[in-house]
């Protein structure tokens, strides 16, 4: 027997990709319902190489129903559907930002910290992280267990899924329209994004950092270390799909290039390509619709006493987004829901 499970957001980038990653690991679902707004009532959404699902519009849904909901609609729908689904019994696994820093609700990364979803039941809610913390965090960890870090740089090159569906058809419309000599429409990103990059993502805070900046630094704090101190740089590129970083590492204990790859290498979910020729690492291009993530240009930085830079890229939606939260899924059902089988 399994689970009821709902993914929300089912017709956006990351919920269409859900649907993907659950029916690929076939995930023990009796039956699995794709909800989203009532705009796309009459719509049909993909399971599976073979299956279709008709949308249901989650303003009605009864979530008693439904054991856990994958949710990837939004912060604003996050607010407002994931406590009435937790009060009802549902597990929310949640990908927006909304209750990620919430002391009370899990951030997890199955691999570095699945221990936390030991305190789900306080919320019945479980938050995925932001999609370059995920990856971020994955590198981090088993550096973090070896050489103890205590200072990180990240400087991102962020696709445009991770705006979600619109982020791509914008980036496909302006480029098409660039060829074509049409007039280049901005709906989405606040500057042109094909042929560019833009040093802003989501808004300005105070101190002049932007809020997907000040995501990675906290939420790398939550899953990892609150010790470790974290400062980000977050660029949109004109990539379709897979996040690049680049990341400066600095350690308590003295950390070499050869140790850290092979620490690397042994960690799951970690796929180390690094080799100091042409091609000999990887980019966005070759990550899309892969599970792992992948570090490349690992090499000293001689400024710091013990220090580390490498390159590191995945798929987005899948360890950023859609990947982690089945994995979640999983890990809740191997652990904690097998009794309710
Ligand atoms: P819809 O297609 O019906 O608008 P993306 O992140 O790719 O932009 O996708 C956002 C997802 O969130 C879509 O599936 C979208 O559904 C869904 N969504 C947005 N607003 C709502 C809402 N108010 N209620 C339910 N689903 C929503």
Not at 88 to 103: F, K, L, Q, T
Not at 265 to 281: M, S
């Amino acid at each position: 027997m399994g689970y009821r499970v709902a993914v929300a957001g089912a017709t956006g980038a990351v919920g269409r990709e859900m649907l993907r990653v659950l029916a690929e690991r076939e995930f023990p679902a009796d039956e699995v319902v794709a909800l989203a707004s009532a705009r796309s009532i009459g719509k049909e959404v993909s399971f599976g190489e073979e299956q279709t699902l008709m949308i249901s519009p989650l303003g009605s849904h009864d979530f008693s129903t439904t054991d856990i909901c994958l949710f990837s609609a939004g912060s604003a729908v996050s607010k407002q559907y994931a406590p009435k689904a937790a009060r009802a019994g549902c597990v929310v696994i949640d990908n927006s930002s909304h209750w990620r820093m919430e002391p009370d609700i899990p951030l997890v990364v199955p691999e570095v910290n699945g221990d936390a979803l030991r305190y789900y039941r306080e919320r019945n809610i479980i938050a995925n992280p932001n999609c370059s913390t995920a990856q971020l965090v994955m590198a981090l960890k088993p550096l973090h267990d070896v050489f103890e870090i205590n200072r990180v740089v990240v400087s991102t090159y962020q696709s445009v899924s991770g705006a979600g569906q619109q982020g791509m058809e914008e980036l496909f419309s302006q480029t098409r329209g660039i060829y074509v000599s049409d007039a280049v429409e901005r709906n989405v990103f606040t500057k042109q994004i094909a042929f560019n990059c833009i040093p802003h993502i989501d808004s300005f805070m105070d101190d002049g950092s932007t809020r997907e900046e000040w995501k990675v630094a906290v939420e790398t704090r939550k899953i990892l270390d609150p010790d470790i101190d974290v400062v980000a740089h977050c660029v949109r590129v004109p990539v379709f799909i897979g996040h690049a970083e680049a990341v400066f590492v600095e350690t308590r204990m003295p950390i070499d290039p050869e140790q850290a790859r092979s620490v690397l290498r042994a960690f799951p979910g970690v796929v180390v390509v690094d080799y100091r020729e042409d091609e000999g690492y990887v980019t966005p291009k070759e990550c899309v619709g892969e599970d792992p993530v992948y570090i490349s240009r690992i090499r000293t930085d001689p400024t710091v006493d013990n220090g580390l830079v490498f390159w590191c890229v995945s798929d987005n939606l899948r360890k950023g987004a859609a990947l982690n939260a089945v994995q979640i899924a999983e890990a809740l059902v191997a652990d904690y829901l097998e009794e309710a089988a």
